[in-house]
């Protein structure tokens, strides 16, 4: 990880697969402010079927390329999985995919803390046609962030804090988590 850039803490990595499972096989992932890409490496290495990780930050950018190369993910594997790297700023990425009517099952960002970003990516992701009715939406955000309780067609399905950090994790509200 890059100095100055905190990474994910462990805990909170594992208490985001205990809370959407440790089996993504078949799903789609996105992982937002990926920092050194560990959630989406996760996620990929939990079955996911196609992860997108996005960072723009340089330092960021070659410890992903330099991961990604270590796990020989450079290209689609030989199951037909894939991981993908963007270097862009995330709201013009979550644009862009949505003009290329991507679609993912699991959201997870992990913005700078108590800068305002992490209520700008929820409203952001839910204006722009990239979720399916049954996608999650995972938010770490400093414990002081105060993310809303509902944004558009997505509620708050559960909250944890760990440390300065706090894990919401969002599901649309007509649907059910038990259905994806």
Known sequence: MPAGIPPTQNLVRKAVFDLI???????????LFAGSGAMG????????????MVERDQK?????QK??????????????????????DVF????????QKKRFDVVFFDPPYDEGLAKKTLKTL???DILHPNSVVIAECGKREGLPYAEH??????????GKSCLVLYH???ASFDDK
């Open 21 to 31: 499972g440790q089996d993504l096989t078949g799903l789609s992932f996105l992982d």
């Open 41 to 52: 490496l996760e996620a990929f290495s939990a079955g996911a079927r196609e992860v997108v």
């Open 60 to 64: 960021c950018v070659e410890v992903i």
């Open 67 to 88: 991961n990604l190369e270590i796990f020989g993910l450079t290209g689609p594997t030989e199951d037909g999985r894939w991981c993908r790297f963007l270097q862009a």
């Open 92 to 99: 013009a990425a979550i644009k862009s995919l949505a003009g």
């Open 126 to 128: 839910t204006g722009y």
């Open 153 to 162: 067609d997505f509620e708050v399905m559960t909250e944890r804090k760990y």
């Open 172 to 174: 649309q509200k007509t």
